[in-house]
């Protein structure tokens, strides 16, 4: 008996042929994409705390009122986390510099308010620092800036007298202001101490004895040029 063998009309795949690719975009799901961006954000977001706190430093703060003259102690100081990169920092005592203020017993050059930050102006070796004097002249308001003068502005002082106006002294520090008429138009006296040195407070008192006392802040400006200077050498009379 002959068997007969039907043919079939579909074509087999041959054996071990590669299952065809799918592209890796069709393989990736939308959970994939999710935890891909999670993350990268993680990683910038570690990226940038250790950027800023590399660039944070420890300075000194005043931790009470400080006056003219008085010797540097770990006591006077607290110690503050600020942004390196503020222009500011670069002004400021750090740590290793608040320590080295104490080690060499650095004076105070000026006063300095709890909480102020301590600059690297405030402090100077006592030979250099005991020179420093603290001097009160009273002025009218519409004489000073109308009144507008704070603890740390930087003077010139012009004495004006038979109409001829001089300086007597450029680029002093402010380090006190009273109360009374230091308001803005304010027309009553006020008081301005300032830090001068043995020198220079007598070019003042001859100053304010001699005309009107004109203040002129200057802040942040070139310092006056130095001719022209009030001369408090009195002028003998000839004949």
């Not at 009122?65 to 990169?85: E, Y």
């Not at 005991?130 to 009144?147: E, F, L, W």
Request: no cysteine.
């Amino acid at each position: 008996m002959t068997q007969t063998v039907e043919r079939s009309d579909r074509t087999a795949l041959p054996i071990g042929d590669p299952v065809p690719k799918r592209r890796l975009a069709s393989r990736l799901s939308l959970g994939h994409l999710i935890m891909v961006v999670a993350g990268l954000t993680a990683f910038i977001l570690v990226l940038a705390v250790l950027r800023d706190r590399s660039e944070v430093v420890q300075v000194a703060i005043a931790s009470t009122d400080i006056q003219v003259g008085t010797r540097a102690s770990s006591q006077l100081f607290d110690i503050v986390d600020i942004s390196g990169g503020d222009g500011l920092a670069q002004q400021l005592i750090t740590i290793e510099d608040a320590t080295r203020l104490v080690e060499s017993g650095q004076i105070a050059t000026r006063n300095v308010a709890a909480g102020e930050p301590i600059t690297t102006s405030s402090f100077d070796e006592p030979s250099d620092a005991t020179q420093v004097r603290a001097m009160s002249i009273p002025v009218n308001p519409a004489h000073a800036v109308a009144g507008a003068l704070t603890q740390g502005d930087v003077i010139d002082l012009i004495v004006v007298s038979d109409g001829v106006a001089r300086y007597v002294a450029t680029t002093i520090e402010v380090i006190a202001v009273s109360a009374d008429g230091s308001g803005i138009g304010s027309s009553s006296a006020m008081t301005i101490t300032v830090a001068v040195d043995a020198e220079l407070s007598l070019r003042v008192a001859s100053a304010l004895n001699s005309g009107t006392l004109e203040i002129v802040r200057a802040n942040g400006s070139q310092p006056a040029p130095q001719d022209g200077f009030y001369d408090p050498t009195p002028v003998s009379s000839s004949g």
